[in-house]
């Protein structure tokens, strides 16, 4: 089974902070990884698709990039409804695996 | 697009649940489906997916043996049954639609087993 490792676990920002969160993939993946985001009491949203593929409707400040084993997800200006938790997930192969997510709360 | 799922509920350890969930506003029959699972307080998990015409079907480790997909295209409908249910298994059960360019899960079902 691929692991994917994230990190980090949790981290506190401010209003307008540059975010970046990483995933790395135990053998090597393509660029198959999505990135997801939720909201306490909410379905996870996907905000990235096919590693660095903005998913419509998606706010451009979220970008991702990365491909084989190493993968980020970058939040470029932070605004408050960004605070949730998010993960990665990688469908190469089965069993599909989500990394552990990163909290982001506000500083 | 909707997809609502159903069926969940408060189950002894050991019984059966069968979910379901109905799919709207898209071609149900040409993409493939997922359950992913969320235990109370903790991150996400795949669970399973069945293939678009239900010819392949994929299971974690923690579920083989006991949890079943299914599919009926004609009804639009997905289907998640679980036997044997264990305490492990409670969690909010979400049905979803994760194709290459296009993403969408439901609200979710809770399913807590406790005696």
């Known amino acids: 089974d691929i692991q994917m490792t994230q990190s980090p676990s949790s981290l506190s920002a401010s209003v307008g902070d540059r975010v970046t969160i990483t995933c790395r993939a135990s053998q090597g993946i393509r660029n198959d990884l999505g990135w997801y985001q939720q909201k306490p009491g909410k379905a996870p949203k996907r905000l990235i698709y096919?590693?660095?593929s903005l998913q419509s409707g998606v706010p451009s400040r979220f970008s991702g990039s990365g491909s084989g084993t190493e993968f980020t997800l970058t939040i470029s200006s932070l605004q408050p409804e960004d605070f949730a938790i998010y993960y990665c997930?990688?469908?190469?192969?089965?069993?599909?695996?989500f990394g552990q997510g990163t909290k982001v709360e506000i500083k | 697009v909707q997809l609502v799922e159903s069926g969940g509920g408060v189950v002894q350890p050991g019984r059966s649940l069968r979910l379901s969930c109905a799919a709207s506003?898209?071609?149900?029959?040409?993409?493939?489906m997922h359950w992913v699972r969320q235990a109370p307080g903790k991150g996400l998990e795949w669970v399973t997916t069945?293939?678009?015409?239900?010819?392949?079907?994929y299971y974690v480790d923690s579920v083989k043996g006991r949890f079943t997909i299914s599919r009926d295209n004609s009804k639009n409908t997905l289907y998640l049954q679980m036997n044997s249910l264990r305490a492990e298994d409670t969690a909010v059960y979400y049905c979803?639609?994760?194709?290459?360019?296009?993403?969408?899960w439901g609200q979710g079902t809770l399913v807590t087993v406790s005696s």
């Open positions: 997930l990688q469908h190469n192969s089965y069993p599909w695996t």
């Open positions: 096919a590693a660095s």
């Open positions: 979803a639609r994760d194709a290459y360019s296009t993403s969408d």
């Open positions: 506003e898209f071609s149900f029959s040409i993409y493939d």
């Open positions: 069945i293939s678009y015409d239900g010819s392949d079907k």
